[in-house]
Structure formats: C-alpha cells, structure tokens
C-alpha cells in the first residue's frame, strides 16, 4: 500500500534527493531506525503517535516511521492552544506525544497525560548508527495510517481515520493527473498537520520518486527566493498564499513552474488571471477534504476554468443530490457526495458521526456527504463548488450561494477578499451581508456595479470593512466568527 510505493520509489531513486538534502536512502532509513527506537519504548502496531510541531525533519521521520510500525500517525495542528489539543489528546489517546520545543509550554498546560519526547530527540535517533532498524513490511489496505482531525470548533473535532489503501489511492490518482516525475521539485511550505501538506504533498512526491523542499512555514518572500534557487517545479497553496505571492511579486515576472495547484478554500477569478499575468502559469484548482483527499481537479491539460474545480481523479466518483439524497440534473445545484477507494474509514470512536456523514446507496456503494453545495456546469463540463450547504442564504424564499456574490465583489480591484453571509431578518428571514478586506473606500461604486450584475436579493444589504478577514490556519475564512459579530450587541 502508501508504504510499498514509497519503497518502490526509494528502490529507483535511493541516491536522490527525497526531502532538502536528504536522500531517499538516508529518509526512509532513518525512518525505520525511528521506528525501531519507538518500537523499544513498547510502540505496536495500532498504537497513535502524535505529532505536534511545526513542518521540520523530525515530522517526516515520525510520520514514516508510525506508517512502518503500523502504528497511527495523528497531527496536532501546531496552532492549536492547550484546550483543542487536550480534547485531540483526550480523544485520540496517544501511546506518545512527539513535540516541537516551540510549543512544549502548550502541551504541559494542556495537562493530559501522556509520555512525551522532544522532535529533536526523533532526529538524533534517524541519524543513529547504532539503532537497528526495523525490517521492511507491508501493511493491509484496511490498517488505519493517520488520523486527522477535521477544523472543528473545541470540543467537537472530529478524527478522520485514513488508511494505508485510501493513502495508496490518493497517491496515484494525484501522481497521474498531475503527471508528477520523478524529476520534480516540490516546494511545500503548507503545515504538514494538514492533508493539503501531508498527504497532497509529501506522501505523494514520497511516492513520485520527486524532491520535495520543505520550508517551516509559508513566507512569501521565502518562497518566490526559492522558486529559483531549487528550481521548483511544483507548488501547492491555498488562496491566501497566492494572494501573498503576488503582493511580493511586486512588478517582476517570474519563470513559469511546471504546475501550481491551489485548494482547501475557493480562489478567487481575480487572484486567478492576476497571477496567470505575473506568473505565466494557470493555477489548478482542486476540491477536497480531510475526508475523502480529493474528489475534483481542473485539467491538466486544460483550460483550468477560474472559479470552477474541474473534473472528478480517476476512480472518484461524485454525484450531486437534493436533500432527500435523489441526483440532481446537470446544471443543477444540490449537496456533492463523493465515493471512491480515496474515502475515510470513519471518524475514530464515533460511529454515529461516520454513518450520518456517509449514504450507502442500492449497490452497497458508500458515498461521503460533504456539506458542500455545488453544480455541473454543462457550458464547460466542469464542477464548481457554490460554498457549504450550512452557508445557503435563504431571502423571502429565494437561495442565496454566497460564492457567487464573493466572486462578483471580489472583481472589484480594491477588495482582496470577500464572505458574505446571512443576517437574521424579520422580513425576509435572512438577507446577505458582505465583509470585505480591503483598504477603506466608498462603497456606493461597487453597489452599482453589482445591482448591473446580480439579482436584487443576491446584492448584500450591508458591507463591512475589515484589515484582515478571520482565518484559519489553511486560510478558510471562519464564517460563524463572522455572523456573531453580526449579533453582538
Ligand atoms: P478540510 O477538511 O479542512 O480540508 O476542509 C474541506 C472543505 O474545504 C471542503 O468541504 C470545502 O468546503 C472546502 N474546500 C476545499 N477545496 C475547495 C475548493 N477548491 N473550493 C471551495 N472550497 C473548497
């Protein structure tokens, strides 16, 4: 499974570059005298590890070595404060924590017990020549390989349970559709507690024989040095951090990258020209989820359709249905559901949460409900994501897809980004308002120009300027932070 193709990778390329100035030979041992070593300490087969750090070595080593021992990786967002990770801690019931001395003071104030070692402590045994390491196996398609948990709010995350056969999945139908070579060079500066990083990123280029340049944090300027000075062929972000790019790209232009690929939040039609303009390259768009990987992609070979997420991977299956759960026509919009070999075992411990997530169809067929509302758009054959199902404004009887609003606020140059979401309305039940992040302006100007564009009961009945939209850490904006500032007093 993922394990066996990163061992076919390391058969191929041992004396190439895997990860900075590492090479495959030297990882992937170092990973199994990890293993070995944690394996001293009474670690099984089974067994969570978690990894609470920041993107460094000792991550990977961590992250391979639980894969090889059988035992479940399980990422603690590093941004997390001592509450969410004491419920992660509480939930997932770590044999051994594996922390990052920058954030040591949160996991003792966490106060959950649970052995701990120091990330520095995992690269020292990687490099130990006196550990033996241990041997190379295969696991079954069905062992669980990472638990990830789901941007939830505290106390309600929930663990998505990967495994080694739905990681083995992901790993080809991204390596095929993005026509990965082992050539490539991969620049990944997102958080590796995240799937985006992780699992898109590393897994994958671990697999594609590829190198991957590994930078502790995304920092724009960092990266636009880096670009030339590895010769990266590959970058995968989130919209903010191409809205950051170009910010520091000031007015040069930039040698084109063999692919760059944005997801995790929709980007916006305007990010996407600009920086087609400044980079030369058209930004893949792709959909996905904690639970499934990743369902929908724009083309290779193109045309990537700004504001559209493209086509399902090969062996993704996904159909949109009305609430009911009966498939929509073409054209219409409805709840995205998404099945294939790529989904999630469930969500750890909770089988009520698992089988409210999931349908099972006539055929015994398991179809993950995404909570995202989307259409097929039969001009272009392609997908496009309309925002979550919780997130539907309805007005006097009339559905609001706040995405659609954004896009059309969002082309106005001044605006970096825009939410709109519904406010409580005696009249009408609920009616749009927009926050922009922008410099302030007058906004009459755009109140024109989106009453020429868009229904009446689309165009937002207040706009809001703030510096900075709220995040997270993979730059989706907090909606429900939002609408309660809408309802304080
Ligand atoms: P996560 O599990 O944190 O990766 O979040 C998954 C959610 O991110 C999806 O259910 C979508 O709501 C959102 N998402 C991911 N990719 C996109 C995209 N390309 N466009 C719009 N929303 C996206």
């Keep these: 499974m993922i394990v066996d193709l990163w061992d076919g990778a390391l058969a191929d390329r041992a004396e190439a570059l895997a990860l900075n100035e590492i090479t495959y030979r030297r ?48 990422p603690a967002n590093v941004l997390y404060r001592r509450n969410d990770l004491a ?59 990472l638990i990830v948990y789901t941007s939830g709010t505290t106390g309600r995350s929930k663990g998505a349970m990967l495994s080694h056969g739905a990681l ?6 991204l390596i095929s559709t993005w026509r990965w070579q082992a050539d490539d060079t991969l620049l990944l500066s997102l958080p590796l507690f995240h ?29 636009l040095a880096t670009f030339e000075s590895e010769r990266v062929s590959m970058f995968f972000g989130v919209p903010t951090m191409y809205a950051r790019l170009l910010e520091h790209a000031g007015s040069r232009t930039y040698a084109p990258l063999r692919l760059f690929v944005c997801g995790s939040a929709a980007l916006s039609p305007a990010i996407h020209r600009a920086f087609y303009e400044r980079f030369g390259s ?58 294939g070999p790529n989904l999630f075992s469930g969500y750890w411990e909770r089988p009520e949460a698992t089988a409210a997530a999931l349908i099972v169809d006539e055929t015994g067929t398991s179809w993950y409900r995404s909570g995202d509302l989307a259409h097929y758009d039969t001009e272009h054959d392609v997908y496009r994501i309309v925002g979550r199902a919780k997130e539907l404004i309805i007005t006097g009887g009339f559905n609001v897809y706040p995405r659609e609003v954004e896009e059309a606020i969002e082309a106005w140059s001044n605006v970096r980004a825009c939410a709109v979401v519904g406010r409580p309305d005696d009249l009408r039940g609920e009616v749009p308002v927009a926050f922009l992040e922008a410099a302030p302006f007058e906004t009459a100007g755009l109140l024109a120009d989106l009453r020429s564009r868009l229904a009446s009961f689309k165009i937002p009945k ?26 304080a007093p």
């Excluded at 670690?43 to 990977?60: K, T």
């Excluded at 020549?129 to 062992?143: K, M, Y």
Aim: hydrophobic share 50%.
């Design 27 to 74: 990882l992937h041992l170092g990973a199994r005298r990890v293993a070995a070593r944690l394996q001293t300490l009474g670690l099984a087969a089974g067994d969570r590890i978690c990894i609470y750090s920041e993107n460094r070595l000792g991550f990977v080593y961590a992250f391979l070595a639980a894969l090889r021992l059988g035992a479940i990786a399980v």
């Design 87 to 145: 419920h992660l801690l509480r939930d997932a019931r770590p044999a051994i924590v594996i922390v990052s001395p920058s954030v040591v003071a949160e996991f003792t104030q966490a106060q959950v017990h649970c052995r701990s070692v120091d990330i520095s402590q995992i690269e020292a045994w990687a490099d130990d020549e006196t550990i033996h390491p241990i041997p190379v196996l295969s696991r079954q398609a069905d062992e669980i390989a």
């Design 168 to 173: 083995a999945a992901i790993a080809a139908q």
């Design 195 to 223: 799937i985006h990083g992780l699992v898109a990123g590393l897994t994958c280029a671990l697999a594609a024989g590829a190198r991957t340049v590994l930078h502790e944090r995304f920092d724009a300027q960092r990266v």
């Design 282 to 339: 058209s930004i893949l768009e792709r959909y996905g989820a904690t639970e499934f990987g990743f369902a929908l992609g724009n083309r290779y070979g193109g045309p990537r359709i700004a504001g559209s997420v493209g086509i399902p991977f090969p062996g993704v299956r996904v159909r949109v249905v009305a609430p009911g759960g009966m498939p929509l026509p073409p054209g219409e919009t409805g709840e995205l559901l998404v099945a």
């Design 462 to 487: 207040e706009f809001y300027i703030l510096d900075a939209l709220p995040r997270n850490a993979m730059g989706k904006v907090d909606k429900p932070a939002l609408r309660a500032r809408l309802s």
